[in-house]
């Protein structure tokens, strides 16, 4: 399904081998997913090429509207590096990938299943809601544009891990990470050196309940303004079995079980108290 003008495109049903492609330069596109179910086995499910992008962090011409009371499934693949005619190289990463700035909102469901990465942008993401889970054998969640790209989640709930492969960060931005609300739940690869959050140039914390585990340290910028705690383990702990947090009067401020084995365990709510015990 090839997009070249802007608008807002409703899309429901199922479909394999599949691929939804934008190339609308300079014009503003929305995808409505509502209750949607595609596969595509050689590239992403999603790709977009070439849309409005104000190149801001927390702005985006292209957007993805998960519509109330839907559940979404894309499954797809990536495309492996290649350099095209002009000598570019064309390295599409994500079941979603994104060469620019990618807006994700609405009250509906998206589960995501990457055999690379899972939902990725060249520039800029931002997340203004919608129930989240993305699964892939690399980063789940990741902006790639060295020194530059942002990370924003502002509402949702965003549950990603890395079940398959060798290695990769729950959601990793090679640039920021700005989580200013929402629920966050980021989880590395059980065997490698990754982070649940990871961000070249800092990680900030303004709300939300997050929760973090892996096996490498990724330190929270002093510009947060939400408590946040970060535990490391000695011996590793086992995904599959419930993690929970209490005050020191024993009641639970955090309980969920993480799929994969970690050591490092990092938390923020927006009930935490600078100098209390967990």
Do not use: W
């Not at 003008?5 to 492609?21: H, L, N, P, V």
């Not at 690379?116 to 969640?141: C, W």
Request: aromatic share 6%; with cysteine; hydrophobic share 35%.
């Amino acid at each position: 399904i090839h997009i070249t003008k802007g608008g807002i495109y409703q899309i429901s049903g199922e479909a394999t081998d599949t691929q939804i492609r934008v190339n609308a330069p300079d014009e503003e596109v929305t995808l409505v997913l509502s209750g949607v179910n595609i596969t595509c086995n050689t590239a992403p499910a999603i790709l977009i090429e070439n849309a409005a992008d104000s190149q801001t962090a927390g702005e985006a011409g292209v957007t993805i509207a998960l519509a109330n009371d839907t559940s979404n499934i894309i499954t797809a693949s990536h495309v492996a590096e290649y350099v095209d005619d002009n000598g570019v190289e064309i390295d599409y990463d994500g079941a979603i990938s994104s060469k620019v700035s990618l807006k994700i909102e609405g009250d509906g469901t998206l589960k995501v299943i990457g055999d690379k990465e899972g939902i990725e942008s060249q520039l800029h993401l931002t997340f203004n809601g919608g129930n989240i889970e993305v699964s892939s054998a690399d980063d789940p969640i990741n902006a790639s544009e060295d020194g530059v790209s942002a990370i924003t989640i502002n509402d949702g709930i965003i549950n990603c891990f890395v079940p398959y492969g060798e290695e990769g960060d729950g959601i990793d931005s090679n640039g920021y990470i700005y989580i200013n609300g929402g629920s966050v739940l980021a989880q590395s690869h059980s065997d490698s050196m990754d982070s649940g959050l990871d961000a070249d140039l800092g990680i900030v914390i303004n709300g939300g309940i997050v929760c973090a585990t892996g096996n490498m340290y990724e330190e929270i910028s002093e510009e947060s303004t939400q408590g946040h705690a970060q535990f490391y383990f000695a011996e590793k702990q086992k995904g599959g079995v419930p993690l929970v947090v209490t005050d020191a009067k024993g009641n639970y401020v955090l309980a969920y079980t993480p799929v994969s084995d970690y050591t490092i365990l990092e938390f923020s709510l927006p009930s935490m108290v600078d100098g209390t015990t967990y």
